[in-house]
Every structure is written in structure tokens, then in C-alpha cells.
């Protein structure tokens, strides 16, 4: 997921350290530092002397609105335990890029400048993010350091593959910034969700009309993939039962493709009783083609033609009445009018936990933005959120679905 709209709740109140180590990759860790930068956390870089020599220090002040830190014994004695502090204050700390040799070093527990010293001396979850030429990176010497790293508890960062710097193809490029930021947000959420089995749905539905055509709405998908995402970054483990989306499934969620209400219905039906919390952010479809034509429908002569719908299954609706004991089941409803009276109806109707009402037609709200605009509506009444991020009111749906589980159990 790209780093999402508006502040993120969990990066408030922390301390993010950076470290930058000397490889060509270093000039993406400035969009690593800008984007993190953006977020309320306080984000501190620390450069080795080979990395300066790549990017000027000043790129990252400038985006991190910190002084960066480049070598032990350039700086005065004060700023010396300062860099201690950095370590102890430290909620997370990423490498990235990580050449072999700063963790050749970090494996062996060499201390030897700013970077590596401010390493070891911090007790924070540490993030790797490997970046160099292929040959070095599969040299068994290197994943051997890896593999050290890993047994201490440090999470390397698989380096993507593809053209590299040096005209090499193969092993050994910085994963996106994107990709940097959510390995940094997974290590600063909670893990309230751990041990929990989460079904999520997302995206539209396509009801075939003939082998071209379908009959589809609106949906992207969007906030049912950062409701997966936000289950997953908390610790459940994840299924995603997703319709036809332009969108990358989120690290670490087990996504289950499907086209149409019945293939949805199917995947979910099949899935649902182990699960813990099911949310339905799926815009499903309501009716499909009573047929769908084996051939292409031809136009003919005709000015026209009528379709012939028929219902399809209420997914919501049976999850609701062959529910497991303790389960949670939480739906989402789209109105443009009469939001809250049609939303309490479907609460009652499908036998939901929650329902989550967006009005499309409030500013911000509804499909294809990155923010949202909901009442939630439980038994206990009607609650108006603010306007925010769908990633922070993905976060907000599972505070209240975690309470009510708490309350049950
Ligand atoms: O009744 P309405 O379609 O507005 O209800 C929306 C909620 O019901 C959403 O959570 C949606 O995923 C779910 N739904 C469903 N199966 C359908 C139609 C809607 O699960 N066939």
C-alpha cells in the first residue's frame, strides 16, 4: 500500500532511526525519508561515510526536519552521547540500503562508526533492507550474515530482483520506498491481532452478461484492502476474498481471487467458519443476468434489448444467520440517501456486529479516494467519525471489533 492519507495513529510519539550505508540505492532512501518524514513520528538519519559521498546529508535534514548524523568522532563530545540516547529512544530502526559490508559488521558486532555503534547499542526491532550486486549478495558469506542477523531477531528484507546499477541482473535491489515504509509500519503496530483469523472481501463483482460483457459498479477496492492490510499489520493472520482490482495484495494477506457474487459467495461461505472477524467491504452485486449468452450477443437490427435480471445470494445475510459462536462479522453500506435509517435496517436485517455507512455523496467519502466519511452502527447506536485516511479508519474498525470480541469473551 502506498503511504496512506492523513497521520497515522501509530507513528505518533515514536522515534524512527535510518540508516543510510553507502551504495547507489542510497538516493531511494530519500524518498524513504521524505514519506516518513510526513508521518507524526520523529525520524532521525544516520548516514555512513560512504553514503554522504552518494547523497548530501542535507537532502535527508531537509526531509526529516532532523540534523543527520555521519561518523563518532567528527562531532563533539556531546553530540557522542547523543547518538546513545538516539539508540535508547529508538522504536525502530531501519537499514536501507544495507550494504554487505555494514552487515557483515552488524553480524559480527563491529562498532566502528556512527551507524554500526547507534546499531548495537539499540534494543529496538531492527529492519535490514539488503541492497548490492548480485555476486555479493548470494556470496555465501553474505546470506551467512543474513542468516546471523536473522537468528538475533533482526527482519531482513527480501532486495528485489531485476537490472541492477552495475548492469548485473539479478538479486540485490532496494525494494520500493513503499514497500520500506509499510516493513517500518508492520514493526511499529500493535499485535493485538495475533492469533486471530480475519476474512476480509473487497473490490466489486463482475455478473457476466455474455462472454465481452459484465455488469459491474464502481468499487476499487481500496478500503477493503486497507482493512486486510491493517489486520495483517496487527498480527492476524489474513484472507483477502477480493473481486477484479488494479490493487497489489497487502504483505503478507492470503489473497483469493474471484469474479463474480457467487464465486464470492463460494470462497467466503467455504472460509467462514474458522474466522475470527469477518468484514464485508465488497460492493456485491445485487442482481445478475438470469443467463449469460454462451456467445458474443450480436446487435443486430434491434434498437434495443432488455436484460433480465435475477437476485443474487446475500453473502452479509448468511454469514449473519450460520455464524460461529463468538465470531464478529462487520458489513459496510453505501447510500446516497437515508444513510443511518437504511444502515440500522441492515444491521438488524443481516445480523451484523457493525455496520459501517458511507454516504457517497458526502465530500471525501465513497469510492476511488483514499479518505472516508462514516457513521458506525452497532447495537449501542450511531457513531459519526471524522473525515480520515482509509488506513486509519481501517484501524478504527478493529479498535471497536477488538472491544466487542473483549465484551463477548
Ligand atoms: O444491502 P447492501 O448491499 O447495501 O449491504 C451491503 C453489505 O452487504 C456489504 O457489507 C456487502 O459486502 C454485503 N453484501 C453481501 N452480499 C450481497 C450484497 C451485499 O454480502 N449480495
Known sequence: ??????????????????????????????????????????????????????????????????????????????YNVEHVS???????????????????????GIADDMLTTT????????????????????????QRNLETLRR?????????????????T????????????E??????????????????TAGPTREAVDPVRFLSNRSTGRMGYEVAAAASRRGAAVTLVTGPTALAAPQGVEAV?????????????????????????????????????????????????????ERTRDILAYLGQTRAPGQVLCGFSMETRDLVAHSQEKLEKKHADMIVANNLNEPGAGFAV??????????????KLPLMGKDALADEIFDRLLAMRRERT
Open 370 to 383: 483514499p479518505t472516508n466519511a462514516v457513521t458506525l452502527l452497532t447495537k449501542a447506536g450511531a457513531e
Open 86 to 108: 538516539l539508540a535508547k529512544k529508538a522504536d525502530v530502526f531501519i537499514v536501507a540500503p544495507a550494504t554487505a559490508n555494514v552487515i557483515a559488521k552488524m553480524a559480527a
Open 1 to 78: 500500500m502506498q503511504p496512506g492519507g492523513g497521520r497515522i495513529a501509530m507513528f505518533e510519539g515514536k522515534t524512527i532511526v535510518l540508516g543510510v550505508s553507502g551504495g547507489i540505492a542510497a538516493y531511494k532512501a530519500a524518498q524513504l525519508a521524505s514519506d516518513l518524514g510526513k508521518t507524526a513520528a520523529d525520524v532521525h538519519v544516520i548516514m555512513t561515510g560512504n553514503a554522504a559521498q552518494f547523497v548530501t546529508p542535507l537532502t535527508f535534514e531537509t526531509l526529516v526536519n532532523n540534523r543527520v548524523a555521519i561518523d563518532t568522532f567528527d562531532r563533539n563530545f556531546e
Open 152 to 168: 538475533f531477531g533482526v527482519t531482513v528484507l527480501e532486495p528485489d530482483s531485476g537490472l541492477l546499477a552495475c548492469g548485473d
Open 257 to 309: 481471487p474471484v469474479e463474480s457474487a457467487q464465486e464470492m459467495f463460494e470462497a467466503v461461505a467455504s472460509r467462514a467458519s474458522v474466522q475470527d472477524i469477518i468484514v464485508k467491504c465488497a460492493a456485491v452485486a445485487d442482481f445478475r443476468p438470469r443467463t449469460a449468452a454462451a456467445d458474443k450477443i450480436k446487435k443486430g437490427a434491434s434498437e434495443g434489448m432488455t436484460l433480465e435480471l
Open 183 to 200: 516493513a517500518v509500519r508492520r514493526a511499529l503496530a500493535p499485535q493485538d491481532m495475533a492469533g486471530l483469523r480475519v476474512l476480509v
Open 119 to 142: 546499531l548495537l547499542a539499540a534494543r529496538c526491532p531492527k529492519l535490514v533492507a539488503p541492497a548490492m550486486n548480485t555476486g555479493m549478495y548470494d556470496n555465501p558469506i553474505t
Open 170 to 181: 539479478g538479486r540485490g535491489r532496494l525494494p520500493a520506498p513503499a514497500v520500506l515504509f
